[in-house]
């Protein structure tokens, strides 16, 4: 998944304002009309392509708390299977049986 946030180089908190403020920004930065010194045209596009995604998702209130949700939702750590749990005496129990075994293999 691509973070918009690192595309527009805003943190998560950015306001409305910080994230058109940069995206215009960048826009100017990187768009081959206006930045003739670019080499690469192919690169420029693909690079305005994606900043006009972040910026669309971003700027728009329901897609940014969709988005926000969806990144929150893959950083959280997937939960690991549970080992499972005995009782005490269970645990000895099985502690005993596994040394009977063990004797008698001797």
Not at 5 to 30: D, H
Not at 79 to 84: F, G, M, R, T, V
Request: glycine letters at 2%; proline letters at 8%.
């Amino acid at each position: 998944m691509n973070d918009y946030y690192a595309m527009l180089e805003v943190p998560p908190t950015a306001t409305a304002a910080e994230i058109r403020r940069a995206y215009r920004r960048l826009a100017r930065k990187y768009h081959p009309d206006l930045n003739k010194q670019v080499s690469d045209r192919a690169d420029s596009d693909l690079r305005i392509k994606r900043l006009n995604e972040a910026y669309a998702t971003l700027s728009d209130p329901i897609k940014r708390a969709a988005y926000d949700s969806l990144r929150q939702k893959q950083s959280r750590p997937r939960p690991q299977p549970k080992e499972p749990q005995m009782t005490w005496t269970e645990g000895f129990i099985g502690f005993v049986q596994e040394l009977k075994k063990a004797l008698n293999e001797e």
